[in-house]
């Protein structure tokens, strides 16, 4: 079973700066299966990228994902107000299942 | 719009049943696998089990396997949980989503109901 451990688990930065969120997974991933998450609290997780590196409908371009074998990263070139949420990476395995990462928290500076 | 609307969660007590329901409007029901995702109170996401578009096929995380079961009906457009044997652990907000293939990308949870509270407890 595939871990995924993200980092830093919680990240504090002021609006408009950049922010950089990893995950590492315990083996090499097929990047097609790799997504990213937003949660903020009482509300449903949002799909915000998809295939590692592709916005899900609506997301502004100020997020980006990039990543290969076991690292990933989500991107956040300048943070808005609303960005500041906790953030999950998933990964889909061929054997129809899904694993979460523990949550990146990224709160107001 | 895509709609995903859950129901049936609640208190009850330790080794009691749950089913839970989700209505799902918007899109082609049968053309899409279905997933139910739990977070416990402050805590992370947990996948707990997936049925395919057809209802031919389902999964499920070892922690629920055996005790569980996923179902669907195709014709009202509803994915139900039967949660048998329930623990304390299983306490948390339960959340069904659609799983969205787009080329060659899969697992893609695009859409997410509201969820709702199910709470294990004497």
């Known amino acids: 079973e595939i871990v995924l451990t993200q980092s830093p688990g919680s990240l504090s930065l002021s609006p408009g700066e950049r922010a950089t969120l990893s995950c590492r997974a315990s083996q090499r991933i097929n990047t097609n299966y790799f997504a990213w998450y937003q949660q903020k609290p009482g509300q449903a997780p949002r799909l915000l990228i998809y295939g590692t590196s592709t916005r899900a409908t609506g997301i502004p371009d100020r997020f980006s994902g990039s990543g290969s074998g076991t690292d990933f990263t989500l991107t956040i070139s300048r943070l808005e107000p609303e960005d500041f949420a906790l953030y999950y990476c998933q990964h889909y395995d061929t054997s129809a299942s899904w694993t979460f990462g523990q949550g990146t928290k990224v709160e107001i500076k | 719009q895509v709609q995903l609307v859950e129901s049936g969660g609640g208190v009850v007590q330790p080794g009691g049943s749950l089913r839970l329901s989700c209505a799902a409007s918007?899109?082609?029901?049968?053309?899409?696998?279905m997933l139910w995702v739990r977070q416990a109170p402050g805590k992370g996401l947990e996948w707990v089990a997936v049925?395919?578009?057809?209802?031919?096929?389902?999964n499920y995380a070892d922690s629920v396997k055996g005790r569980f079961t996923i179902s669907r009906d195709n014709s009202k457009s509803m994915v139900y949980l039967q949660m048998n044997s329930l623990r304390a652990e299983d306490t948390a907000v339960y959340y069904c989503?659609?799983?969205?293939?787009?080329?060659?990308?899969?697992?893609?949870?695009?859409?997410w109901g509201q969820g709702t509270l199910v709470t294990v407890s004497s």
């Open positions: 918007g899109f082609t029901f049968s053309s899409k696998g």
């Open positions: 989503a659609r799983e969205n293939w787009v080329e060659a990308t899969k697992g893609n949870l695009d859409y």
């Open positions: 049925i395919w578009y057809d209802g031919s096929n389902q």
